[in-house]
């Protein structure tokens, strides 16, 4: 295939109302990405030079969605009619007739469609064939197209209503992913008729057409999941256990240890270095690096953030966006942690909440402590320096800057800054009343025995 261009069309023009949602069905999302971004990823991993979608209802949405996200150039066309997939696909006429060597055409709510799957088809139509289809082998055909093989090629998709009782017992099935041939691809779908009980425009209407020309059509098979298209929420869920199953044991092949895989959940684009340990009960967002060498305690949550080699995160702490937590650092039990880095050596040992802040290298906060970084209008920003000590229960009132190597005392609000190798205190000076507490204890309960 060395140097044969391709263009990738991706129909995601179906309704999907059984997903009992107003939202596009290549949009619902596996792996915190749409489905219709898995497959555009798989298309330029087998090699596609150009992405073009075929969109129907919810097309802004989908549009907005594609092009706000990482796919890169994709060219979109609207389908103003459902009238079957050749129609679809030749919504993109504009994008087909650039005469690319190889058209590929894929559906949007195949999430688990995998690069080799195209690559391979791709392998048959440089060995000559103007048409592959991709077929596979589910363990139950009924309902499926199937493929009719003769001498090596294949000559015809039979719906399964128009197979002959042996042909019923054929096992190999239609995905419904295809490869043609840029230079025949308009000419077979321009063929395609309607001549059918729903007068609509089919793509598997092709094979025959290209056999009829003399041309050569080729099957090839896919896995199972690859073929998986998604009609309802729980094939989307079938399909996230599957996709989970598949990333997990990626990361684990690369040096990841995963003490119960099953029990975490990754995203689309989670990247952990070799080295790391992943404890029990760990969700990723979208938007997480792991280094090498970190430990992801149990119950953790994190989205957005970057973890550096050596540091320790939970067990039960939660990062947010914009967390980065350095080299060595740790964040422990029961922390929030936003917006905020944490430098190489500091803890943020439990119980607090540390947002839009920088936490300097070797840091210590104590549990309990709270950077007040809200005023009910906007954000403001905390600074603690590189060794400073923050006692428990304090808090710290944005925008504040702690010098390097200051010491705040336990239970202090500060709304002052504090220079460097300071001792602040900001609380009330204690004050005992001996015998106090036997007076009011005895005024309350007189109180509360009056009420009844």
């Not at 140097?3 to 290549?26: F, H, Q, W, Y």
């Not at 990333?247 to 099953?262: D, H, N």
């Not at 705040?408 to 009343?433: K, W």
């Amino acid at each position: 295939m060395t140097n044969r261009t391709c263009l990738a069309i991706i129909l995601a023009a179906g309704e999907g109302t059984r997903m009992k949602s107003g939202l596009p069905k290549v949009l619902h999302k596996i792996g915190g990405l749409e489905m219709v971004g898995h497959v555009i990823a798989a298309a330029k991993a087998a090699g596609a030079d150009a992405l073009a979608l075929v969109v129907g209802n919810g097309a802004d949405q989908v549009r907005e969605a594609v092009t706000s996200g990482a796919a890169g150039e994709v060219e979109i066309f609207v389908q103003e009619q459902r009238l079957g997939t050749a129609h679809a696909a030749l919504a993109a006429r504009e994008a087909i007739a650039r005469c690319y060597d190889d058209v590929l055409v894929v559906f949007g709510d195949h999430p688990l469609l995998e690069p080799e799957v195209l690559t391979d088809a791709r392998a048959k139509l440089a060995e000559g064939a103007a048409v592959a289809v991709m077929g596979f082998r589910p363990p139950d055909p009924s309902g499926y197209g199937r493929l009719i093989e003769k001498d090596g090629r294949l000559v015809a998709i039979r719906e399964e209503k128009d197979c002959s009782p042996e042909e019923k017992k054929i096992t190999f099935c239609n995905s419904g992913v295809m490869a043609v041939a840029g230079a025949h691809a308009c000419a077979l779908l321009d063929a395609v008729g309607n001549d059918n009980a729903k007068g609509e425009f089919y793509l598997t209407d092709i094979v025959g057409i290209a056999n009829h020309r003399g041309l050569l059509v080729l099957a090839s098979e896919a896995g199972l999941e690859s073929a998986l298209g998604i009609n309802h929420r729980a094939e989307l869920a079938e399909a996230e256990a599957i996709w989970q199953r598949r990333k997990r044991r990626e990361l684990m092949l690369s040096g990841v240890t995963m003490i119960a895989p099953e029990t975490v959940f990754l995203s689309h684009d989670t990247e952990i270095g070799p080295e790391t340990v992943i404890e029990p009960n760990v969700w990723f967002g979208p938007g997480v690096r792991i280094g090498a060498g970190a430990r992801i305690h149990a119950f953790s949550h994190i989205e957005g953030a970057v973890v550096e080699s050596g540091a320790a995160v939970g067990p039960f702490a939660r990062l947010r966006p914009g967390a980065a937590i350095m080299e060595k650092a740790k964040i422990g039990n029961f922390c929030e942690i936003k917006n905020t880095r944490v430098e190489p050596g500091a803890k943020v040992p439990h119980l607090s909440y540390i947002g839009d802040a920088t936490v300097g290298a070797g840091a210590n906060i104590g549990a309990g402590t709270i950077t007040c970084n809200y005023d009910g209008f906007g954000k403001h920003r905390t600074e603690i320096g590189a060794g400073a000590f923050i006692g428990t229960n304090s808090a710290l009132v944005a925008p504040i800057a702690i010098g390097a190597g200051a010491y705040v005392a336990s239970g202090s609000v500060l709304t002052e800054d504090v220079p460097a190798d300071s001792l602040a205190f900001g609380r009330a000076r204690q004050t005992t009343y001996e015998g106090r507490g036997k007076i009011l204890r005895d005024k309350l309960a007189a109180a509360k025995s009056a009420k009844g």
